[in-house]
DNA sequence: GACCAGGCACATC
DNA sequence: GATGTGCATGGT
C-alpha cells in the first residue's frame, strides 16, 4: 500500500546523503549508553559526555553500576540533564545486573517483544529509547520513530498529527520490507534530513523531499 | 539573547 | 485521555 511512497522517500534520502552507518559508538553498551544520554539533546553534546566516560575508565557495566551517582552526573554533564540522566542510566544498569548479570549480550537471545517490554519498565527508558536500543544494539526489526520523523512526515502530509508514537511505528514496520538494515538506515537518513531542513519554525528550502506533496506552514509542527 | 537538540516522567485538570 | 512542566548543557 504506502510501500512504494516509503521506498521511494527512502531512496531520495539515500542518494542525497549515502549511507549513514549508525550507531556511531563502540559496540552495544556504548550504544545503549548513548541512547539514554541522547534524550532531546544534541549529539555533539553526548560525545562529550562519552568521552569524559571513557577517559575516567568507567564506559563499563561495572564501573557504571558502582560508580557514586554525583559522580556519575558530573562525567555526563555535558550532555544536559545530568541528574536525571545519571539517575536513568543506574536504573538501566541496576536492571542489567538483577536480571543479567551484568551482560548486554545476554539480551541477544529474548525475543524482540519481551525484551522491549523490559526496557519499557525501566524508569527513564521510554518508547523511542527502548526502540533505538533493540534496532542499533540488538539489530531487531523496530522502526526508531523520533521527533524529526513525525515533523516531517507530517509536514509532508503522510501522517495526521495525532497519530502516536506507536501508530506511526506500525505505519512504518507494516509499510516496509521487515529489514532491520532498512530501519537502520531510513532512521538515521531522517534524522539527518531533519538536522538540515525541518527545524521546528524554518521553511525548509533545498530539502530532498520539497518536490513531494507538502504543508506549507511550517508552524503548524 | 532566542532558539534548538536523535525524550521522559509526573502533576493536574 | 489530553495538556503542561521540569530537567540543563552547548552550538548557532
Redo the contacts with the bound molecule.
Keep these: 500500500m504506502e510501500t512504494d511512497k516509503l521506498m521511494r522517500i527512502y531512496q531520495l534520502l539515500y542518494d542525497r546523503y549515502g549511507p549513514q552507518k ?3 559508538a563502540d559496540g552495544r553498551f556504548e550504544v545503549i549508553i ?2 539514554i544520554l ?8 553526548v560525545e ?1 559526555a562519552i568521552l569524559n566516560l571513557k577517559q575516567a575508565n568507567a564506559m563499563t557495566p561495572t564501573s557504571l553500576h558502582i560508580m557514586e551517582p554525583e559522580c556519575l552526573a558530573q562525567l555526563i ?2 550532555a ?6 545519571a539517575q536513568r542510566l543506574k536504573n538501566f544498569l541496576n536492571f542489567l545486573f538483577t536480571e543479567y548479570d551484568g551482560e548486554v549480550d545476554r539480551l541477544e537471545t529474548i525475543p524482540t517483544d519481551q525484551l522491549r517490554n523490559q526496557l519499557l519498565a ?9 526502540d ?1 536500543i533493540l534496532l ?1 544494539a540488538y539489530n531487531r526489526e523496530v522502526f526508531v520513530v ?3 520523523t513525525c515533523r516531517i512526515f507530517f509536514r509532508h502530509l503522510l501522517i495526521e498529527p ?1 497519530g502516536g508514537y506507536e501508530q506511526v511505528r506500525y505505519f512504518f514496520e507494516s509499510s516496509l520490507p521487515d529489514d532491520s538494515d532498512l530501519f537502520n538506515e531510513y532512521h538515521a537518513l531522517l ?1 539527518q534530513a ?2 538540515e531542513y525541518c ?4 521553511k525548509c528550502n533545498g530539502c530532498p523531499l520539497e518536490k513531494l506533496p507538502h504543508e506549507i506552514d511550517p508552524l503548524a509542527y
Design positions: 549508525w550507531w556511531p548513548g541512547a541522547t534524550q532531546n539533546t544534541n549529539w555533539k553534546n562529550k554533564r555535558p544536559g540533564y545530568y541528574n536525571i540522566k525501566i524508569k527513564g527508558i521510554g518508547a523511542e529509547t527502548a533505538s542499533y523520533d521527533t524529526y495525532e534524522v531533519g538536522k527545524k521546528p519554525k524554518a
